[in-house]
C-alpha cells in the first residue's frame, strides 16, 4: 500500500516532454506519410539484401570441377539419413557408410582397371525432341 503513492510521487518529479502534454486533436498523423516511410523503408531493407546476396556470390569461395585429392564416386541412400558413399582416394576406393554425426569405413578396395572418371550416362538428349517425338506419336 505504501508503494502506490511513493510511485505517483515519483511518476509527479518526472518532466512531461511536450508533445506528450499537447492534445491529442493537435497532433495529426497522415496515414500517407506513414505508408510512404513504410514503403521506403522496406525497400531500404530489400536494397540491404540484395547488396549483401551480391557480395555473398561474388565473394563466396566456389567448388570448381575438380575435387582434388578425395573424389566422390557413387552414393546409394540405405535409409532416411544414412547413405553408402564409394570415395576415391589416389589408387583406393573407400567403402563408407555415413549417418547423422558419424561416418565409418566399411570396405577398402584398389581402383578397378579400365575405371574411366568420365561421365558414366549417356548425354541426356534435349527436351524439345522429345517432347516433339511423344506428341507425333501420341496424334497417330
Known sequence: MRQ???L?????????HPVLA??????????????FQTFLALVVVLGILYAFLWLLRRYAPTQTGAQGVVKVIGAVMV????????????????????????????HTL?????YSAGPIAAPMPN????????????KT
Open 4 to 6: 502506490i503513492p511513493l
Open 110 to 114: 584398389p581402383r578397378p582397371e579400365g
Open 8 to 16: 505517483l510521487g515519483l511518476a509527479a518529479l518526472v518532466p512531461v
Open 127 to 138: 527436351f524439345a525432341g522429345k517432347l516433339g517425338e511423344l506428341l507425333s506419336r501420341r
Open 22 to 35: 499537447a492534445d491529442a486533436g493537435t497532433v495529426q498523423t497522415s496515414t500517407l506519410g506513414a505508408l
Open 79 to 106: 535409409g532416411p539419413r544414412e547413405r553408402v558413399v564409394v570415395v576415391e582416394i589416389g589408387d583406393t576406393w573407400l567403402l563408407v557408410g555415413v549417418a547423422p554425426g558419424r561416418v565409418n569405413a566399411l
